[in-house]
């Protein structure tokens, strides 16, 4: 069976560092991502990469320590096709738009658009997504929250995905018509990002065991924290719970400055009290307010490099080389069709 299987990157517009404490966030996918196309059959998954170097040959009834497979970029292919177990296997090839180290969502992307190349069943997206998000566990240690892999599978053009970490509840909320998403990149490697993303993460389970969870705790309660990083860390977290509330209400109502309002005070919150953007990331955001036409700016996704988010008026001039711009994308997709009968 010859099939293309689609998953898209995502970014995040309101709720960095809340997935994993439960909290809410608020991404979109976007018009970048990964395809696969290929043949399913077969008892092996047998991946190249049009970016990479090797060959990800994965046996289907052997895969039992995905970490150890070589080269390094097979063993989110490896993980995935552990955690799903798929009666068939493909040979095929991976094709991404998706610029690597930037901070959409490349690696849930990759992850999802295996997963949907070996027949996971898109009509449960938490399913897939909870898979995926054990494969990029165990694949690389990386402790990440749910939300890339949710998003890359469950979401509809044309709309935000709130998204509530602790229920896995999802509500589509509507983009505005006269509103335009630009995604541009800091050039700086997150090379931090992993053993600083799980310091970050044990930090909030640090402010946990002092005011409960940070899903429920208010800014106020933030605030009686003594240690001065776990009060920085938990103010945070509260705070941007309440941004992803309130953006999506903006961004329902059409009230665009509002939205960028809030954007900016979601960048401050990420470089003061969670201490992961950088100086390129912040001199970037401070250029892009200065731009008629925008309405706010931040950094999206997990910091420490990568990239930043504008919401802007539609076909806003930048000075600035673009990513990508546009709308909120569908998520993941597969289209298969029978090989050609031969001739004669
Ligand atoms: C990475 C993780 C997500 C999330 C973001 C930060 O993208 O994969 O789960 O925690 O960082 O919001």
């Known amino acids: 069976m010859a099939l293309r299987a689609w998953a898209p990157g995502r970014v995040n517009l309101m709720g960095d560092h809340t997935d994993y404490v439960g909290g809410l966030v608020l991404p979109m996918a976007i018009g970048l991502g990964v395809e696969i196309t290929g043949d399913r059959g077969g008892d092996w998954l047998m991946l190249g990469s049009e970016r990479y170097d090797g060959v990800a040959e994965i046996p289907l009834d052997d895969v039992t320590d995905p970490a150890a497979v070589e080269p390094p970029w ?29 901070g959409l969502g490349s690696s849930a992307a990759l992850e999802i658009a295996v997963a949907t190349a070996l027949g996971a069943d898109l009509d449960d997206p938490l399913a897939v997504a909870e898979a995926c998000q054990r494969a990029e566990h165990r694949a690389v240690g990386v402790p990440c929250g749910i939300m890339d892999q949710l998003v890359a599978v469950s979401a509809v053009a044309g709309r935000v995905l709130r998204i509530d970490c602790d229920s896995l509840a999802i509500q589509h909320v509507p983009f505005p018509d006269d509103g335009e998403i630009v995604v541009v990149d800091s050039g700086e490697p997150r090379e931090l990002a992993s053993s600083a993303y799980a310091q970050r993460r044990s930090e909030c389970e640090a402010a946990e065991q002092l005011i409960g969870p940070l899903r429920s705790a208010t800014p106020a309660d933030a605030e009686t924290i003594d240690d001065p990083v776990l009060r920085r860390r938990a103010r945070h977290v509260t705070t941007e719970n309440d941004r992803v509330d309130a953006l999506a209400a903006a961004l329902a109502g059409g009230q665009l400055r509002y939205a960028g309002e809030l954007l900016v005070a979601s960048h401050a919150s990420l470089r003061d009290d969670f201490d992961v953007s950088t100086a390129a990331l912040d001199d970037l955001v401070v250029m892009l307010r200065g731009v008629p036409g ?46 050609a009968s031969p001739a004669g």
């Open 74 to 102: 097979a063993r989110y292919v490896a993980a995935v096709a552990s955690e799903l177990q798929p009666n068939d296997g493909l040979v095929g090839m991976i094709h991404s738009s998706l610029p690597p180290g930037t």
């Open 294 to 339: 925008v309405f706010g700016a931040r950094v999206t996704g997990a910091g420490f490099g990568g990239c930043v988010v504008a919401l802007c008026q539609p076909k806003t001039r930048l000075k600035v080389p673009v990513l990508w711009r546009g709308r909120p994308a569908a998520g993941a997709s597969v289209t298969e069709r029978a090989p």
